[in-house]
């Protein structure tokens, strides 16, 4: 069936031979990136001064016997040289182990299962509100007018330049507090995800807003628009189908950058809001020098950000066709 | 060259305001930012005290005037190292041999694959906690960050028809760079540093949250923010003040940003 | 089948619902039984939920809902019976006898015997159990045997005094032998007791879900009824943010919150719905410590110019609105042994400057602070973020400007836990704040007796002033060891006498432990031991 549709229609052969490569670069630099991932974090991590055979042994200032310690280094490998260690640790990750938390006595895997869903849910509903909200404004105020214009992006930098954890808490005191509408922590169903989903995605808004904004002028502006325009198709037409098409292309570019901040956010925001989470985890587990965990979880966040670019340079080559042609 | 529109006015004193704070913060504010009034504490604004008081009794508008230096400092110097770093790979990966940029993409990818607050996190728990630190630790974590919008940008326009043309009509490598690349890369850069400001202040007030920031009692925006923030249900000027101010820093260089480059635009 | 038990379901709880309107709503305060309770706690959330493992406050406060120990004290101060019944010493006081409850089973059906306070006390001591306040707490235990059915021995290597104080806290509670037989990231999952509550989830930076343990039979002496527990649940959630867990509270998600800032005390008791405890820690008093073993605190006349240039009382007032009282002691004000001596802290910064000169430290620089052959006396004060709540922060930020003026230079370091040990453990520290909850006096043993500046193979140690007086150690082991109430009275009197007067340490306040909860929350109470809560008692009259 898949030949004869080949043998149909020879020119699409071509276009399609272009995605193999693409693809097998892509799995080699995944592969790469969270070897590399890994291999920075197990060397940085053990820099940080305190001992992991205390985390194991119920963290800091337990007053544990040398013999324990002797015992837990003898029983984790940690006496063995550093360099030991860390191929010890590749070993076991190629076959997919990722090792026990120190600190949590449970495995990593488990735990990144636990908590993954949680944040990737927040994540990703962050980053869709995020969008919608800058398209909104970056719409309206090019569109508007020139007062529009100026609310607009006072509005945008504001929101770009409000700190998460103060966002969070006037929006619990405002929403909870004062008015009594939403639950102040989180809660299970979508009421709970109100208010950290907007504490992520109001800040996040007002960047992709600006870019937006300064695509579609770019675009109202640019020769396309004008040979559009001399066609006689309506300014509404002209802006919905080529300068939206235009602000796109920045957006979708930095979806993956955005998806690293609403990551870096969750640290916060899951802590505000008492989400279980992997933000939280990893500021903990580093706090509790817990390698194996921190390890876990940087590789678990490096496979969903590379799932994510790589879904957004997908429509990154479906809305602009200039980079298919470019094979990198 | 055109008149001065109202808000560059505004931008323009608002900046100046700020500079004159950082260099010489006496001129505004006599006080002493460090000077506590145990006695004196968590007083609302009010003439004696504009912004009102802290958990100390600190003048809050006194420590905001001092501590302008450090917060613009930690805003301007991460920023530029964030920018600068991205500046160098961005354009080494946009512009170079195909390996080079394979290889600063991939070198990308792996920062990229760092959520930025882990970079920052790690980098000031192996170093400690100080403006120093979470300075640099702010300018390493968003490097990547502005270098993928760059490498992007780069992309684009060197698909653009005017470079090829600059191209087909012989023009070095370095002057395609430096006449057409970047000037058109510029205008996202302008918007991306100018937000950069506000934005890594903003960074470094989270991480003081945290508790991985500014030293006590140092008057920094961020560290009078995040100290606030205890008190945010009864006392709203501790955190309304410093808040204010640095959304105000960064709408400004936003706006001047902005003009600059309408200016460029239009020359 | 499915199809039928709907309706059924429903059926019955319209049941319910009517038989709720028919009866009148309870006037009077009569407890009622069943409800869950949403226990907010902004302690960290524990590692394991065994507290064998380790040993640190929110292990202890979670534990007392599912966990027993063997005695428990009264608002009084004395210890009273709880899964023992009886207690004796014997006369050279190498041994004592306790004999246990005869109809106590832990929740796994497991038998309360001898034997399973033998087991109890092995997992302790053995190294691999990781236990540090238990441990330290069974120093002199040399083993326990079964004098009979219902009588466990523990033998002793010296006297201990401590002993009833020590077996009172829950990291010495008695699990079943059968689950510690598990292995220990099993146990710490889900660690069985003879409580009136059970452990039945852990979901990890979530909450704990107890429910209640049916059979329950063991309340402590002092505990307000018998029989099994009122509440059909608990749901213990970790809330880190304390601006949203007070929040929560006042929106009713949770009922009640621990950890509550000194501001949001004050603006709770506006309100008719929240009800404040406040309930301080045993053991030491909140303090600042100076270490005594390098310059230039290792002149006293230094450490009194710091204590006497550091003015706590306006800080206190200024940042904990009347919730906190000030401490002239090294102990808890709930220690009935604690010796307080206010005219040895009085805020005197003349008297400061005179010490300073007096110890050479005669010149200022140009900032004004002191300086003696080119050195400046400079202190490092690593502050624990995880231990110090924002206003104890604010406090230290405070009595660094005001020591200022006598010509110190406070460095402050705000550290997380990891990097505040092991700044510690370097030594390099001259002053440091920490907490240590234990029952009774002997903790002035594990915190000045010069044992305590050794530290442990995990650089560990508790004696962070560096005390190291022979006088004091002899008092302390002797006051440890004696059982007359009189004489060790007195040996304790005459510790704390040359701590407090050889200014190795400022004393602050109690160990604050406030809790709020929702005025529909009844009964509930500080068990008086390590002043955790305990919701045996508690019903909700909602």
Known sequence: ???????????????????????????????????????VT??????????????????????????????????????????????????RLVVGDLGRSYALHDSVIGVIAQNLGGTLLLAVVSLIAASLIALALAAWSTRGGRAAASIGSLLEVVAAAVPHFWLAISLILLFSSFLGWLPPVSVPGPLGLVLPVLTLALPLSGFLGQVMRESMLDAMASPFVLSARARGESESEVFWLHALRHAAIPAIGLAGWAFGTLISGAVVVETIFARPGLGRSLLSAVQQRDVPLVIGVVIGVALAYMLVTTLTDLADRIVDPRLREDAR | MRRFRPVEVFAIVVIALLVIAAVVPGALAPGDPLAIHPLESFRPPSFAHLFGTDESGRDIYTRIVHGTGASLL???????????LALVFGLLAGLGPRWLDFGTTRFLEVLFA????????????????????????????????????????????RRAPYLEAATVLGRSRTSRIIHHLLPNVSGSLFVLVTLGIGQSIVWASSLSYLGLGAVPPAAEWGAMLSAGRTYITSFWWMTFFPGLFIVLSAVVATMLGRSLQQRLRSS | MKRIITPLIALASIALLLAGCSSPSPTSSAPVSGGTLVYATGDAEPTCLDPHVGGNYPQALVATQYLESLVSKNKAGDIIPWLATKWSESKNGLSWDFTLRSDVKFTDGTPLTPDAVAVNIAHLQDPATGSSTGYLALAKVTGVTSVDAHTARITLSAPDSALLDSLSQPWLAIESPTALKRSQDVNCQSPVGTGPFVVKKWVRQQSITLVRNNGYNSPPADAAHRGKAYLASIEWRFLPDSASRYAALQAGTVDVIDNVQPDTIVAAKGSKNIVHIDAPRPGASNRIELNSSIAPFDDQRVREAFIRSADVNSAITSLFFGTA????????????????DPTLFGYDQKAAAKLLDAAGWTQRDASGYRVKD???????????????????????????????????????????????????????????????????????????????????????????AQVKDPALDTLLVTASEVSDPAERASLYKQAQDIVLSGYYILPLYDQQNHYLLRSAVKGLRALPSVSTPTLYDTWLQR
Not at chain 3, 325 to 340: H, M, N
């Open chain 2, 74 to 84: 930690i805003g301007l110097t991460a920023t530029a190292i964030g920018v600068g």
């Open chain 1, 42 to 91: 197990f060397f940085a991590i053990r820099l940080i001064p305190g001992d992991p055979a205390e985390a194991i042994l119920g963290g800091p200032g337990s007053q544990t016997s040398a013999a324990a310690l002797a015992q837990v280094r003898a029983a984790y490998g940690l006496d063995q040289p550093l360099f030991l260690q860390y191929l010890h640790y590749l070993g």
């Open chain 3, 325 to 340: 009282k000030r401490s002239y002691s090294a102990l808890s004000s709930i220690e009935a042994l604690g010796v307080s």
């Open chain 1, 1 to 39: 069936m898949a030949a004869a549709l080949i043998g149909e229609a020879p020119p699409r052969t071509r276009k399609r031979r272009r995605w193999l490569p693409w693809l097998l670069l892509r799995l080699g630099g995944v592969v790469f990136v969270l070897w590399a991932v890994a291999t």
């Open chain 3, 374 to 464: 080119g050195k400046r006396l400079e202190l490092e004060f690593p502050v624990s973020t995880n231990q110090s709540i924002p206003a104890e922060q604010s406090l230290f930020e405070q009595l660094q400007a005001t020591t200022k003026e006598a010509g110190f230079k406070v460095n402050l370091h705000p550290l997380d836990l990891s990097s505040w040990y092991a700044a510690l453990g370097k030594n390099q520290y001259n002053l440091v704040s920490a907490p240590y909850t234990k029952v009774g006096p002997d903790v002035l043993r594990i915190l000045f007796d010069s044992e305590g500046t050794k530290p442990a193979p995990s650089g560990y140690f508790a004696n962070h």
């Open chain 2, 114 to 157: 760092f959520p930025g607050l882990l970079l920052a996190l790690l980098f000031i728990v192996i170093y400690g906690p100080g403006v120093v630190t979470s300075t640099i630790a702010v300018g390493l974590a968003t490097a990547p960050g502005y270098a993928r919008i760059i490498r992007s940008q780069v992309l684009v326009v």
